[in-house]
């Protein structure tokens, strides 16, 4: 296994986790009389995305990394999922693409260049920066601060939940 590969099983392991959790939180909102768009549109902070663009960008970070590293094109998705079983598809669609990819594609020279088109500018990175420096904090940033919401929600979580299964 190499360095990329295993990100692309971290990123795996997460985004299942992230969905049990997404699970756990209908199941919840249900049971509580909670509208699904009231958790789906619930922040941290006034200036950070909602809890369903974090799901996305989420699952953009995992799907457009594992791409970079294995030169290959990510899948486009609309960004407008509104529902829990959207999420859930989003994530299973994002989990079956990098599963496609085969671990030798991600092989390669650990300084080769890597760029990132940002807002208004361009990120340049070496492969082995930008997975430790740009990707995968950016992908737990997001995991993370979905999962903060729901807990600031009232959603009965833990950090078992967060870590979902230990093998």
Known sequence: MSLYSETKAQFIHGLQSLNAVLEKSAVW????????????????ADDMFPLK??????????????????????????????????????????????????????????????????REHQLHFTARSYVFQFAVPNFYFHTTTAYGILRQAGVPLGK???LGKIQ
């Open 160 to 162: 078992r939940d967060f």
């Open 53 to 118: 663009r974090q799901v996305q960008v989420s699952c953009d970070m995992a799907k457009r990394t594992v791409a970079r590293l294995a030169n290959v094109d990510a899948p486009v998705m609309d960004d407008n999922e509104s529902t829990f079983a959207q999420l859930h598809e989003r994530i299973a669609a994002t989990v079956a693409f990098m599963k496609s990819v085969q671990d030798s594609q991600l092989d390669g020279d650990d300084e080769r260049p890597v760029m990132v088109q940002a």
């Open 29 to 44: 909102a249900k049971e509580q009389g909670v509208e699904e768009a009231t958790l789906l549109d619930a922040k941290l």
